[in-house]
């Protein structure tokens, strides 16, 4: 089934579920392909805390067509790219070449998640790799202090486990589970390629199909479990580090809720860029910090808001009373027209300069399919950013930010 172009996209389904999207930009002569898998670390049981990160990694050792010197080179040899990451929802396996080279990209990236070998010799190499890999980020406050303060706001659910797993859990994994993991979550009716640059639709459609001719694996239904109710909560750790950080923020809704633009543009206003309230008033006016700024995960059907910054260890309830001034002030006093303004054009402006690189537009897209099944156009998105008023950002802050439902999470120097 093809649905028909509106600007340049396309959408088709296979008969076996899988789902293909694509942006033609005929000005370009590169292209972006991405294999998107609707499975990620909040799909794991605690037994398997880390393993879709830990497959992310093992499929480069080595498939069925190709040794792991072959896959690197196979992309490299022609100057394109080919990685992959892994989030909370979904993994994704992403390459970028010159549009001539399409039918490799795609190849590559599709025989990555369907003939992946796991060779043995490999296996405890690599969890060696991981393992040291979750050292580095127990070394970077900045990175570490996230875990921390997912593991508060979403408690014992998978939500708030750290995508990367733990040593224990990683060290664990055989070669059965990986493909066992595999065989369950890697199916064609949980997969979507994107692709964006200069490429025709049916071409595309043809190396899929191509790809994906022999593979057999029972379709299967991703359903979430259910995320824990949330009630605000405290961690402060001490580490043998030199400043401070803290996290404060609160569980909000999903990616699928209308007040995602508003959203958006409140984040801005708060946090977001040099102007931002909370960098003109706790940096700019006190000198509490160098780093400052607001953030919003939206999951499918959860989320969270907080703010996060660095600072000296004897000022932390200080700063964080003035960020907590901060977000009453969007909850008691409407922004003027003027902010307003300055904020939806901030939006707009970083969305479209993101729109000329091709690895963006691929990735818009295959998160659009992910989470809402349809491509929504750029007329349509910034229709949705002009329509935020002043009253939706002072409803959104009421709602949210109350004082007594925010969680606080403190790295401090031991």
Known sequence: MKQPAASGFNKTTLPNGLRIVTESIPSVRSISVGVWVHTGSRDESDAEAGICHFIEHMVFKGTKRR????????????????????????????????????DRAID??????????????????????????????????????????????????????????FPESVRSFTRDQLNQYIDRCYTPSRTIISVAGNVSHDRVVQYVRKAFEDIDRTPTARVPDVVTPYGPGELVEKRPIQQAHLVIGTRIFGIQDERRSAMNVLNTILGSGMSSRLNQNIREKYGFCYNIYSFANMQTDTGDFGVYMGTDGAKIARARKLILRET?????????????????????????????????RMMRLGRQELYFGRNFTLDEIIESIESVTAQDIQNLAQTLFVADSFSTVALTPA
């Open 67 to 102: 040794r792991m010197d072959q896959i690197a080179r196979r992309l490299e040899s022609v100057g394109g790219y080919l990685n992959a990451f892994t989030t909370k929802e979904y993994t994704c396996y992403y390459a970028r070449a010159l549009d001539e080279h399409l």
């Open 108 to 165: 590559v990236t599709c025989d990555l998640i369907l003939r992946p070998t796991f060779p043995e010799k490999e296996l405890d190499k690599e969890k060696d790799v991981v393992v040291e890999e979750i050292k580095m980020y127990e070394d970077v406050p900045e990175d570490l202090i996230f875990d921390r303060y997912e593991s508060v706001v979403y408690r014992d659910h998978a939500l708030g486990r750290p995508i990367i797993g």
């Open 328 to 360: 009453d002030r969007l909850a008691q006093v409407p922004v003027s027209p003027r902010l307003l303004h300055q904020a939806v054009n901030q939006v707009k402006g970083s969305l479209m300069l993101g729109l000329e690189s091709m690895s963006n």
